[in-house]
Structure formats: structure tokens, C-alpha cells
């Protein structure tokens, strides 16, 4: 069955360097997110992505954050200057094929922590 | 404001018995998902449904949209069940709206 692939899986960074975390979504798939967990608390919504622009973000997702799809196949989220607050699991999710959008397929997730 | 509110946020149980997971939310959803995540982080979809019930070998779940209430049932539960389960609602838009979490611990 196709999957979300995300890399890396964990990711250490100095506060105040910028970091790209990388995801594959579903080759078919239309719809793109971007989610985070905070340890110890429930999964927040970010961003989502469709036809190469951003359709929908949070109030998380300021000046510091933005997303690409570079390539047809890679979907990424940078973080331009890291903050501690920014520790977290980063999700990517994929959906749907064309005909509806479906459920969401998530990655296995990219642990940040910003030392 | 749109929340998804979920009970119980822990729960234990033996081999064998059957388990409901509760989820209530606001008026207007277009879809509710339930979803695994597993000790290690990773999160699985389970359902995704907008009315009735939906089975998938032990996990059926429900949804009673008058009531603003879903449910997700475990049969004959397993210690391989134990997990977190998270019900997500899609509102107007295509974005998830999270609860809490559920953690579930199945014992032998």
C-alpha cells in the first residue's frame, strides 16, 4: 500500500538555524498538510497545501514557517529561525485522488528538538 | 469554536473485552476520522465517516450526527490494540481538528 514517507526521522538543531523537514506524500494525492505534537499534547493543524498554493494555515504558521513542493514529489516545511517552542513531532499528510478528498494518509512523523 | 472533545483519556482492559472510545463535537462537521498512533509516533488513519457505521475486522464506528457523537469500538481486544486513538473532525475546510486522545492499555 503507498505511503507517506517522511525524512529525517529526528532532526537536532541549534536555536536560531533554519531547518527543512522533508516529506513524500502519495504520488496521486492533491491535497497536502503539515501538522505538529507538542510532547504531551494533541496534534495541531499547520498548513494546507493545494494546486501549489497555500489554502488554509494556522495562527502557528507565521513569518518563521513556509512550505514548497520543489519538485512534483517533495513536499517541505521550513522553519526559517528555529525557537525552542519549536520542539515537536512534525507530521505530513496527503490526500485525495481527484475524485473526493478523502482521509488523510500521515508519515511516520519527523522528531524536531531545538537545543 | 470548533472542538472535538473525547472520553476517556485513559483506559485499561483485559484481554477479550470489548472497548468504546467516546467522541462528541460541534455542530457542522463534514467528516470525522479516528485514527491510531502508536507509542512510537507514527499515525495511522482507521475511519473516515460522515454518517452511520463503518467495520474494519474488530474496529467498527459509528457516528449520530443529531447526537454530535461518534464512537469507535474495539471487539475481542488484544494487547497489540493498546495505543493512542484520536478522533479528528473536518469542519468546513480540509483541515483536522484533533482531540485529545484516548490512550488505551490492553492486558493479557
Known amino acids: 500500500e503507498p505511503e507517506v514517507t517522511q525524512t529525517p526521522s529526528h532532526q537536532v538543531t541549534q536555536m536560531g538555524q533554519e531547518v527543512i523537514l522533508r516529506c513524500v506524500p502519495i504520488s496521486n494525492h492533491l491535497y497536502f498538510y503539515w501538522y505538529r505534537q507538542i510532547l504531551g499534547q494533541k496534534v495541531e493543524f499547520l498548513v494546507s497545501?493545494?494546486?501549489?498554493?497555500?489554502?488554509?494555515k494556522s495562527e502557528i504558521f507565521d513569518d518563521q514557517f513556509s512550505v514548497e513542493r520543489p519538485d512534483g514529489s517533495n513536499f517541505t516545511l521550513k522553519i526559517r529561525s528555529t525557537k525552542l517552542e519549536d520542539s515537536a513531532m512534525y507530521f505530513c499528510?496527503?490526500?485525495?485522488?481527484?475524485?473526493?478528498?478523502?482521509?488523510?494518509?500521515f508519515g511516520d512523523g519527523t522528531r524536531l528538538s531545538i537545543l | 469554536k470548533n472542538e472535538v472533545e473525547q472520553s476517556p483519556q485513559n483506559l485499561t482492559a483485559q484481554e477479550g473485552e470489548f472497548i468504546t472510545i467516546n467522541c462528541s463535537y460541534s455542530v457542522g462537521i463534514s467528516a470525522l476520522h479516528w485514527l491510531q498512533q502508536h507509542p512510537g509516533g507514527g499515525i495511522v488513519s482507521l475511519f473516515m465517516?460522515?454518517?452511520g457505521k463503518k467495520k474494519h475486522g474488530r474496529l467498527i464506528a459509528t457516528i449520530n450526527i443529531q447526537e454530535k457523537h461518534s464512537s469507535l469500538h474495539i471487539t475481542a481486544s488484544h494487547p497489540r490494540d493498546s495505543a493512542v486513538y484520536i478522533c479528528a473532525a473536518r469542519y468546513n475546510t480540509d483541515k483536522l481538528i484533533f482531540g485529545t486522545g484516548t490512550r488505551l492499555q490492553v492486558f493479557p
Open positions: 497545501f493545494y494546486n501549489n498554493e497555500i489554502s488554509e
Open positions: 465517516l460522515s454518517s
Open positions: 499528510a496527503s490526500s485525495g485522488d481527484g475524485t473526493a478528498v478523502g482521509p488523510q494518509h
